[in-house]
């Protein structure tokens, strides 16, 4: 039997809560709204906590317009963080990680609501993957390169998906290396089933944050997404999964088919890794040296618990 949403408010409230985890990327430290390119208006108390953020990632050696790819890593590389998260908290260890290693590396904001500092990825993906588009151009006309790389994290490692397959992205990208990404949705470990129970949850939630009902499992986004096939040509995938992932469930729902994937599993190469959601896209280091494999597949090294 369906419940009222007046009856219902107290269980709608902890699903709206766990719907807001879904495919979070928030480092435990953040208070810093995120560079780019061209960001968008924020207000005024965030000002000084952006210009921040662009300073952070600079200093780090990331966002540098004046970076030219060399000719070992030809590519600069664009971070697309995930869900509530944004352009340097997502990004603190990679970025550094791949800029030491000799990338220029990139990073922006996208899906931000009105109002909202530094939680973003939650507007329509669609939407998203527009300025995804935009994003590319500007770092390929600053670098003078015809391509770019693609990293994301959790719902950044899917929305480059709708970018390459309907806004020409394929022809403008090498590689998208995709750590925990809800490739083909998300069942919050069931929690999303809930919605089926309380008339009006799902139109209510989707109307306030559109880019989190994208990502349930099942939903109009996805399945207009992966009809047709996981990949476009000319592209290649790898998709970085944990088998603890507690928000993008089931964990093999992040593999993607068809040719040139590589899906890697963390407790194939390392059964002791215990990284979840979180961790592997903020610190784990196994996570790092498989996605600098992806970009570099002719140097790559054997990954292990002691990368």
């Known amino acids: 039997m369906k419940l009222s949403l007046g009856r219902a408010r107290g269980p709608l409230t902890a699903l709206a809560l766990a719907l807001t985890a879904l495919t979070a990327s928030v480092a435990p430290a953040a208070a810093s709204a995120a560079p780019s390119a061209a960001p968008p208006a924020v207000p005024s108390a965030a000002s000084a906590a952006a210009e921040g953020a662009r300073t952070t990632a600079v200093s780090r050696g990331w966002n540098d317009y004046s970076c030219k790819p060399s000719a070992a890593h030809p590519r600069p590389v664009v971070l697309v963080h995930g869900t509530l998260g944004n352009s340097v908290d997502n990004w603190l260890g990679l970025a550094p990680y791949l800029v030491a290693r000799g990338y220029c590396v990139f990073s922006f904001d996208y899906g931000q609501l009105p109002g909202v500092p530094l939680f973003h990825g939650l507007g329509p993906i669609a939407d998203s993957a527009k300025q995804l588009s935009a994003y590319v151009d500007r770092v390929l006309a600053a670098t003078g390169r015809p391509k770019a790389d693609l990293v994301g994290h959790s719902q950044g490692g899917m929305m480059p998906r709708q970018y390459l397959k309907f806004l020409g ?54 399945n207009r997404l992966n009809a047709g096939g996981d990949t476009v040509p000319g592209v290649r995938y790898t998709v970085i999964a944990s088998k603890y992932d507690e928000v993008v469930t089931p964990y093999r729902s992040q593999f993607l088919s068809g040719p040139d994937v590589r899906n890697v599993l963390l407790q194939d190469l390392c059964p002791v890794d215990l990284s979840e959601h979180l961790a592997i896209g903020l610190t784990d280091r196994l996570a790092f040296h498989e996605t600098a494999n992806a970009l570099d597949p002719a140097h790559a090294t054997p990954t292990t618990c002691f990368s």
């Open 169 to 222: 992205g394929a022809a403008k990208v090498g590689a998208l290396v995709g750590i925990a990404p809800d490739n083909h949705g998300t069942t919050l470990s069931g929690l999303t089933k809930l919605l089926n129970y309380f008339p009006g949850a799902a139109d209510a939630i989707g109307h306030f944050t559109p880019g989190l009902t994208d990502q349930v499992a099942g939903s109009a986004f996805l």
